[in-house]
């Protein structure tokens, strides 16, 4: 954990990190070739590692009343993914993608000296959480996924349209990104980002907002890069889905949403895809609950998750002990 401690001591401002990290969280800064990737740290200085994954155009603030209700004996680590919240955004002509992200992870994992820890993930988060699962099988104790079924095959009749449509957005958002985002008063962004997602409460739209606004002349921005609003080009079968998710080892909780992510899909093939998915998941033995609430109750209400989520890490991942003899 000594470069973890090195890496927060990096960030400006920051106060002590063992009063912050038991309290409000405290942040995070690791290196990438093209800025930094931020976020924040929550526990004590030896707590078997969880790695924290926020939804798409969130921020790890999606995390903030969820880990504090999760077991004291963990150390969560919740980043700010590129091109979102304060983390840096991505050199001109490159896109985002889900490969992208897990690389993301990596180099935070890299930088932290990790060798095995949990997954907690959100939304898009929990697809990044499944893929890096199971890409790297051996590092994943424990993955949660949140609303999501870590997975997202699409068509293969659909995807020529998916993939060109993906890349015409690419290229009309490249064009906005040069010109000036617009500036807000903070009333106005509060109630921009209630208007674009009407089932947060307006207290977790405030809580979204602390890494999702930069303050300019004049008023405020919203941080995330405008890039991380077109389709995702990169696609994959039912077929290869179901074997990178039979290439996950760890335990795997799925938490689904009575009126959430499972009630929305944007292509006609993806509920049948998910309901396969949500049938391999069963058929190895994973957790699967359904909890009452929208895409973001873990949020919006995270009492309602947080018991769940807790159990999970005690009972089915391995023990601290067990943990940090064998980092050493």
Known sequence: MRSLLRTLREVRHCATYSTMAKDVGSELSVPVPWGHIRGKV???????????????????????????????????????????????????????????????????????????????????????????????????????LLDSFGFLPTDSKELPEVVRQGMEEMLQLEKKTKEEKRVYTHEKAVERLLAANPTLTEQSVHVLLERGLVQVEGGFKFSRDLRIYSKNTWRMSLEQSLEMQSRVRASVLLVLTDKGFSRSFSEPSQRKFNSTLLRSLKDRNHTVVTVPGDHHVHLDEPEVVAPIVSDFLRNRAPSQSNNVQQKL
């Open 42 to 144: 929550w526990g004590l200085d030896h707590g078997r590692p969880v790695l924290c994954l926020h939804g798409w155009a969130d921020n790890c603030g999606t995390f903030n009343t969820l880990i504090p209700l999760l077991p004291k004996e963990c150390r969560y680590v919740a980043m700010d993914l590129s091109g979102h919240g304060l983390s840096s955004h991505l050199p001109p002509g490159e896109s985002y993608s889900c490969p992208t992200y897990v690389m993301d992870v990596r180099r935070v994992v890299d930088a932290l000296q990790l060798r095995t820890f949990s997954l907690i993930g959100h939304s898009m988060g929990a697809d990044i959480a499944a893929m890096f699962s199971a890409l790297y099988p051996e590092m994943v104790d424990a993955l949660v």
